[in-house]
């Protein structure tokens, strides 16, 4: 299984301050088909997960530009560039180039 | 809009087994797979396996091999998941996810004597 490592463990921000979140995967996850299979999730208090970033780099519909991905291979990073206080709760990794899907263990920003 | 709805928390005993529903609307069913993902209390988010509804092909993770069905039902638009032999360690928030964009709003399964 390929295993998600994401840093730090928890995060405490300001509003208006960035925030950066790490991502490591035990194997590469650039597809043959050259598509990099690397999401990001926002799980909100209370609420199911929803996805701000996909295929490493992409803003999902109506996520904020303040949100960014990048990276490549197996190490990636979710930026915040100013946060907001409605961007509160735990952020995933996540990768589907191979089953089983797996998690990164999640960064609670607060 | 897209919308997957799914069916009310389930309390257990320890050797039982819960069924879980899933409703999809809102897009071609048969379109798209479906994931059932875990959350215990406290905890991060696990993939349980998934289903094609075109054609009931399922995928599990080998932790949940024998122990976990995924179906779906393309007269009514529905996911199931049914876990056997539930221990209390299967006590956790369960979800359904389309394609990992859009997610049901979990059932919390308790296992409990």
């Known amino acids: 299984d390929i295993v998600m490592t994401q840093s730090p463990p928890s995060l405490s921000v300001a509003p208006g301050q960035p925030a950066s979140i790490s991502c490591r995967s035990s194997?590469?996850?650039?597809?043959?088909?050259?598509?990099?299979?690397l999401y990001w999730f926002l799980q909100k208090p209370g609420q199911s997960p929803q996805l701000l970033i996909f295929?490493?780099?992409k803003r999902f519909t109506g996520v904020p530009d303040r949100f960014s991905g990048s990276g490549s291979g197996t190490d990636f990073t979710l930026k915040i560039s100013r946060v907001e206080p409605e961007d509160v709760g735990v952020y995933y990794c996540?990768?589907?180039?191979?089953?089983?899907?797996?998690f990164g263990g999640g960064t609670k920003v607060e | 809009q897209v919308q997957l709805v799914q069916s009310g928390p389930e309390m257990k005993k320890p050797g039982a087994s819960v069924k879980v529903s899933c409703k999809a609307s809102?897009?071609?069913?048969?379109?798209?797979?479906i994931s059932w993902v875990r959350q215990a209390p406290g905890q991060g988010l696990e993939w349980m396996g998934g289903?094609?509804?075109?054609?009931?092909?399922?995928k599990y993770a080998q932790k949940f091999q024998g122990r976990v069905t995924m179906t779906a039902d393309t007269s009514t638009n529905t996911t199931y998941m049914e876990v056997r032999s539930l221990t209390y360690d299967d006590t956790a928030v369960y979800f359904c996810?389309?394609?990992?964009?859009?997610w049901g709003q979990g059932t919390l399964v308790t296992v409990s004597s």
């Open positions: 996810a389309r394609d990992t964009v859009d």
């Open positions: 809102g897009y071609s069913f048969t379109r798209s797979g």
């Open positions: 289903v094609n509804p075109y054609n009931g092909n399922t």
């Open positions: 194997q590469s996850l650039l597809h043959s088909d050259a598509k990099t299979y």
């Open positions: 295929e490493v780099s």
């Open positions: 996540m990768q589907s180039i191979q089953l089983p899907i797996t």
